[in-house]
Every structure is written in structure tokens, then in C-alpha cells.
């Protein structure tokens, strides 16, 4: 009798301890779990399934964004600076990493007139020239715009040398897309010359290319003629009639609400790509889309920083041009009526690096670095 007794508390402690609801439990939290971010943003609760994104804090001068770690296997993106993710039916916690740097100095002269910068690390692995879009200066790169300098940074920190200048047209200040007697690319030519000669660079060294819009146009167009390992072009496809001849390897960075300028400016790219893939060449696609705001999306802009980046974000908010999940809701490019909530003194000196961030989470034409890790790993294939 008493083993029987003992046999049944036994079952009862069992029956019990198989119905207590653990932490993990979805009957415990509602089905919601949580995402915890450190040295970043996109800490909440969510359900599972949900798309959620998570975005590291700006490097500072001494850092380039690594990657991420922790729970990173439902991380679409676990090396770029921000990421979407499918919310799984568990907790997760990730950390964004840092590389550390020596702060870049560009170096700035004048060659054959044209303004130049240029920054060699040691032991770098190439040369990198970067091309900028209509309207556009070398500066654009070195201190102007913030997801162009974020991304020479990156590059430079993986072992890139980096020369950059101009367009020789500085009225309308786009590149010559001549295929004979191109003058900017005899006044690249020079340039590379000059740096040889004075030992900066070594012409030993593999050369590659960096464009945005116009200048994605002209790098398709240089890296062809003269034979560069690799290049990347952001916004646009390039030069149409270059691809079926071209062997130099490529990666596309367009953005899925680039349309205003050209409505088939993605089409065309993709036809440009598919050239590549038919003819062996190595290339790759990628389509950025819109992620949401959140309060520090403005820090990486110098004259905002941390400090005031939640101010911008509030009065975007409070305008009503976010939606309920922090997006933007209308095109920032073409209508500009969200400029009316930004206040003195942001109104006017911030307004074109807020309309820059603007544009890159809507997903329209505005160079971004939410590729950098693809970029490079592409360019450091060949």
C-alpha cells in the first residue's frame, strides 16, 4: 500500500511539473518575445513572424562597424551595419561589433587642375577610385555626405587605398561618357601617373571602381577600358553598351523606389546584369528597400549628432510622416513638405544631410552603405 501511495504522489509531482508553463512558453508571454540590442537600436517585444530590423550605433572616428553577434542565425544581413530579421518563438539577443581604426586623413592636391584625395594604408590589397553623380565633387566622399564617407571608412579599413576626384565638367558637373578622346579618363590617367611617380601608389597594384548614378555610368565605362579587377555601381546600370563586351566583374546596389528620374532605370540594370551572368562574368544584384526610421537615424550627421538626432525623428513624427511602424509615408524626393516640421536652427543648414538619410530609408536614389559588406567582399573576390 505504501509503495502504492509513493507510485502516485510520484505521478502527481510529475503530471505537474509537465504543465508548469516555462519562460519560453508562448502561453506565458502572449506570443511575444523579445529583441534585446546592445550597442544599437530595435530593442521591443514582438511576435513571432513579425519582420523586425536592428541597426548599430554610428562608429566613431576610431571604429568601423564589423558585424554582428549573439543570436544572428534569423539575421538577413549579420555583417552590415543594419539588418531585417524573421522574429522567431524565442527571446534573442545581439550585439553590433566594432573594428578599430586609425582615423582617415585625406590628403588633398591639385593634379592636371583637378581636385584630388587620396589615403593609402599599408599593405593595402588595391586601389579604389570612387565616382560621384551628377551634381557631385570629390568632397562628397571625403567629408560631404555621410553614407558615401561611412563607406570609404569601411573600405579603407578592409584594405583599400582610395583615390577620388572629379569630373573635369564642373557646370553640370557630370563625367564624359565619350568611349574615344574621353577627356576624364585621360585626366585619370594623368592623375594615377603623378601618384606613381611620386610613390603614393604602386602600379603594380589592382585597380578598382566605385560609382554613383552618373558616376556609376563613367566607372562602367573606365573600368572597361582600362581593365580595372572589379567594380561597383550604385543607382544605375551603367553604360548600356559596355556590358556585352566588358569582362570586369560587377555588383549592382540599386534601390527599389529609385523611379523618379528614370522608371526603368532597375529594368535596365537587371538586363545589364543578365548580360553578365550569360556571359560567365562574376556579378551580383542587390535591391535595397525602405526600413523604418527610429530616433538616432540622424547621429551619423555631424552637425546633429546623438544628442539631437531623437529631436528630428520627433518632428518628423509629429508632422505625421511616419506610419505606425516608424516608415516614412511619403517619397522625401519628390515631395518635400516634410521640410516644414524641422525647425530653426536645423532649417535650413540641415536640411540636404536629413533629406540624405531620408531618401537612403525610403529606398530611393541616394548612395547608401547598407551594402558595405557585400560591396567589399564582392571587389575582394578578384
Known sequence: MKQTYLLLTLLIFICFASCKKSSTNPQNNNGKYSITVTNG??????????????????????QVFDKWTGDISNLVSPNEWRSALKMPASNINVTATYKTVTPVTWTNVAINGSQVYYYVPANYRGIL?????????????????????????????????????ESKN??????????????DITNIDVILSSLQTSQIISASKPLYGVGMSDGSAFCSLISYLRNYNAQALYCLGGVDKVFP????????????????????????ATADYNILVSRNIGCEYYLNTPTPLYTSRFSIIPSIGSANSPLIYNYLKSGGYLNTNSFFNIDPVINTQWQSAIPTPYNPPALEPIGDQLAVAYAQHKFYKDSNYKTIAFLNKF
Open 245 to 268: 563586351l566588358t569582362s570586369v566583374p560587377t555588383i549592382w546596389n540599386m534601390a527599389v523606389n529609385d523611379v523618379t528620374d528614370d522608371p526603368n532605370r532597375q529594368a535596365e
Open 170 to 183: 564642373r557646370t553640370t558637373m557630370q563625367w564624359d561618357l565619350s568611349l574615344t578622346n574621353n577627356v
Open 129 to 165: 577610385l570612387a565616382f560621384h553623380g551628377t551634381g557631385g565633387a570629390a568632397i562628397n566622399w571625403t567629408t560631404e555626405q555621410a553614407e558615401n564617407v561611412n563607406f570609404c571608412n569601411y573600405a579603407i579599413a578592409n584594405g583599400y587605398a582610395m583615390v577620388i576626384t
Open 41 to 62: 537600436y530595435g530593442s521591443g517585444t514582438f511576435t513571432a513572424g513579425d519582420t523586425a530590423y536592428i541597426f548599430s550605433n554610428p562608429p566613431t572616428q576610431t
